[in-house]
């Protein structure tokens, strides 16, 4: 992946760390979308084609984890990162399991 081209599509809730991180990524010239809940991260993520997903699990309306199942329900490849204050093994495990590519608790 040409990291120079990459387009990042972040689906958080909490505004001042969507803010944060997306302030980081466009500081390293990533092309950056943001959505602050799970069906207009959904359809985001049907829309365009992301090189990274960063994907919190308490979402209003549609969760997050529920995200995560589409995204792999449409064989998407994109590797998806998860970014949640959830920290128990059992989170992590389910999601994991679900496809997640990685998980990082705040």
């Known amino acids: 992946?040409?990291?120079?081209?990459a387009h990042i599509l972040i689906v958080?809730?909490?505004e001042k760390v969507s803010r944060f991180v997306t302030?980081?990524?466009?500081?390293?010239?990533?092309?950056?979308?943001?959505?602050?809940?799970?069906k207009?991260?959904?359809?985001?993520?049907?829309t365009?084609?992301?090189d990274l997903v960063i994907l919190d699990l308490m979402l209003p309306?549609?969760?997050?984890?529920?995200?995560?199942?589409?995204?792999?329900?449409?064989?998407?490849?994109?590797?998806v990162l998860v970014l949640t204050a959830r920290d128990m093994l059992g989170d992590?495990?389910?999601?994991?399991?679900?496809?997640?590519?990685d998980y990082l608790t705040k």
């Open 40 to 46: 207009s991260g959904w359809e985001l993520a049907q």
């Open 23 to 38: 302030r980081g990524l466009t500081a390293e010239r990533f092309a950056v979308d943001t959505a602050h809940d799970g």
């Open 1 to 5: 992946m040409d990291l120079r081209n």
């Open 61 to 79: 309306g549609i969760t997050g984890g529920e995200v995560l199942r589409r995204i792999r329900k449409t064989n998407s490849q994109v590797p």
């Open 12 to 14: 958080e809730d909490e």
């Open 92 to 101: 992590k495990v389910e999601h994991f399991e679900a496809g997640a590519d």
């Open 48 to 50: 365009y084609q992301y």
